[in-house]
């Protein structure tokens, strides 16, 4: 019965009251006892997107819902500008590639913070109409400035994905008139993974083409919808912990949610560095996503990953890529608050002193705590 | 507080074992706690499917699975045929016409049994090697004969949607040599929807192209599998649920299920006909998924159907397409007994007493208990 801790970037942490929402009895996805929870849940998602116009619902992973930004918005052969910094731009890509798009990708180094103004001066010189980036690269913690990019690229079609920033760092998705954003509910949405969500601008669906998926089609689902129906079976108790975690969330405000989730970023990078150990995610407030930390020389960070795992039960996330065994990463997003930061940094500074690094100890938690407490608006 | 009773062929209710499990914490999709649950689910669903050969696991509805076939199998242009005898054999048919694909159909009316050697005919005459059916139609009731069509078609591929049947009617994946099985969670499998499953003979590899779709690809779904990874986040949760309701089935046997299955539909049938009641599907061993009834003269089933939930709390499934209005669903796959029946029985009966509709009470239970306790084979 070794307690275990789950501090990784999605699947993250699901509240109790989630849980327990997903043990409730199956209801018909037809019938009047589902109604209410789905037309809750959709009024709900336009609420957490910022948005007025439509949330469509998909029972898959965020890559899903990626998948279905390409199928229904490009056809073989297109040209089309993707933004990569990370593990997930090379997802776009990748995903792009295989609808056989001519895909001009504007990359960054991995860590590096994408540059608005170029990035508008490279769509506009290939003359791309479509646009593909990240809000949060999960992979490397940067938190890329989505407002500028929209007013960068202008009227090309820009879809963000925000799979692990949505519920966690700003994005309004309708005063900064962004045309798609795709989510996942397993991250800031503090869902198990299984639900897909994309939120479609109205002004978007001129340019929605036919879907080369049927099970991805933005318009059958959107027609569905319409009606408080779903194109095919949704995932009825994913939903129904959806409707919950997006309640408490709501309850408790967007805005506060953002302001703790930049807390937690400040007390993360200052525990670290009171450590002696070297960022790999930027130091500033834009890092409230993840932190992605270098491991210590002379350490390997899948090794210190194993050991928190099958010694002390705490599981942080791996370096993805080039990144494999230097880095290790600290999610802190969703049900988390700052004595998860606290237990987090504790057993980092445990580990690494159980493995022979040269660490300073004892100072990470109250130099987190300090941090924490200073007036977001400085 | 009214008690709700679900009698529908999908979702179907799950054992509160399952709802429990879902309710546990959530742990990371690479870490050593998931990959035990998913080593398990994964032998469990070999052992489900009665294949040595892989299953495929995507976080996806039925419909999802069932695109992931067109996907993998077949190119624009291919020529394939269809075997529809019911709205799925139409959504097979509306899947592969989203993929370019040149679509032979092989029709039946609803409720009508196909015929094994007909198939044989007509795909040899079309010159097809590449052939989707389903084995049972939900909307109308109806058990193909899968293993007799396998044998048939030869060496075509076939691609068998066993979404509605898999773990409540004998299919024998390996020893009937069927290329193909899709099924979905929230069926037979006791499970909430939202986990889309595809059975891929060893053989079938050979024919396996470059799916058109990252997020459906079976290759680099198997490749992950075989680590015991998965391409993408898995639905952990839901993947928990299926581990538990796996475990139910097997530790049972899967041939107790098949013979519950069959007396289930036995007491069904013999109830609705003690009731004066004219069945739609089939009056035969073969109908041990759902039974569909005709409305009695005079009444709207879509009134029945409301009657029944809004003022009784049963929810039983609506006729589908042309049959809307003139039949109703009594489905009983997955977690189901004769009590279910009897409840469902009973509650059809007072329904109809209530709208007017001249029936024979009293005697629908007790016929249903006695063709229940009759030996499978007489």
């Known amino acids: 019965m070794e307690k275990r801790y789950l501090f990784t ?35 709900r998602l336009k609420e957490v997107f910022r948005t ?41 890509i990748a995903i792009c590639e295989r609808h056989g798009l001519d895909v001009q990708a504007i990359k960054y180094e991995w860590g590096e913070v994408p540059d608005p103004d170029e990035i508008g001066a490279a769509v506009r010189d290939a003359g791309v109409e479509l646009v593909f980036c990240q809000h949060s690269d999960t992979s490397t913690g940067v938190v890329s400035d989505v407002r500028r990019v929209k007013e960068a690229v202008g009227d090309a079609t820009l879809v963000v994905d925000a799979v692990s920033s949505l519920g966690a760092v700003p994005l309004e998705m309708g005063e900064w008139g962004i045309d798609v954003v795709v ?132 599981t942080l996330a791996p370096g993805q890529g080039a990144l494999k065994g230097k880095v290790f990463r600290i999610g802190h997003i969703g049900w988390f608050d700052v004595f998860d930061i606290a237990a987090a940094l504790a057993a980092v500074e445990l580990s690494l002193t159980e493995l022979g690094a040269d660490i300073e100890r004892g100072v990470a938690v109250p130099q987190a705590f300090e941090a924490f407490e200073q007036p977001v608006h400085a």
Chains 1, 2 share one sequence.
């Not at 090794?303 to 928190?308: A, D, F, G, P, Y």
């Open 183 to 314: 989510s996942g509910s397993q991250k800031a949405l503090m869902c198990p993974p299984g639900i897909g969500v994309v939120g479609v601008a109205a002004k978007t669906w001129d340019r929605v083409r036919q879907s080369r998926s049927f099970y991805f089609d933005w318009t059958a689902t959107k027609k569905a919808q319409d009606k408080l129906d779903a194109a095919f079976t949704p995932a009825v108790s994913l939903l129904r912990g959806l409707d919950v975690a997006m309640g408490m969330l709501l309850d408790d405000g967007l805005d506060a949610a953002f302001e703790r989730h930049l807390k937690l970023g400040r007390a993360a990078r200052a525990g670290v560095k009171a450590m002696g150990l070297e960022l790999f995610s930027p130091d500033d407030d834009s890092s409230a996503v993840v932190t992605a930390i270098r491991a210590p020389e002379g350490v390997d960070s899948d090794v210190l990953l194993k050991h928190l795992r099958d010694r002390h039960g705490v």
């Open 9 to 43: 970037p999605g699947p993250t942490p699901v509240p109790p009251e989630v849980l327990a929402a997903m043990a409730e009895p199956i209801v018909h996805h037809r019938g009047p006892d589902f109604r209410g929870i789905y037309e809750r849940t959709l009024g």
């Open 52 to 92: 007025p116009d439509d949330v469509l619902v998909f029972s898959a992973s965020g890559t899903g819902a990626m998948e279905s930004a390409v199928d229904n918005l490009a056809a073989p052969g297109d040209r089309v500008a993707v933004v990569s910094h990370g593990s997930f731009g090379d997802r776009w």
